[in-house]
Nanobody, 123 residues
Framework: QVQLVESGGGSVQTGGSLRLSCAAS?????MAWFRQPPGKEREGVAR????????WYADSVKGRFTISQDTSKKTLYLQMNSLKPEDTSMYYC???????????????????WGQGILVTVSS
């Protein structure tokens, strides 16, 4: 069982930056950030493989968001720059100890989830 605790959300204006953190209680194979805007489905934002550091980003955040990890602290980060109002959402940290060959993160790939943290971007 892996527990995930997120921190770092909040409110910023358009063009601002935020960094989300997610502390994991155990080792994982891969971790990811998802977001779920009001009334919409949860979508993958970024993913990182724990061993190789290989990353994937959704097209909507490429060049603006950076996923990274500190393996010694078992902590995942999401640096969000040039934020837009459409980035407003609940953000969720997810982790998996399983192996999958699909590089694109989907909800059913991850068995562990954080409680979610709100990011609000005002225009």
């Amino acid at each position: 069982q892996v527990q995930l605790v997120e921190s770092g959300g909040g409110s910023v204006q358009t063009g601002g930056s935020l960094r989300l953190s997610c502390a994991a209680s155990g080792a994982t194979n891969r971790m990811a950030w998802f977001r779920q805007p009001p009334g919409k489905e949860r979508e993958g934002v970024a993913r990182i493989y724990s061993r190789t550091g290989s990353t994937w980003y959704a097209d909507s955040v490429k060049g603006r968001f950076t996923i990274s990890q500190d393996t010694s602290k078992k902590t995942l980060y999401l640096q969000m720059n040039s934020l837009k109002p459409e980035d407003t959402s609940m953000y969720y940290c997810a982790a998996s100890t399983r192996v999958t060959w699909n590089p694109i993160p989907t909800v059913n790939q991850f068995e562990y989830w954080g409680q979610g943290i709100l990011v609000t971007v005002s225009s």
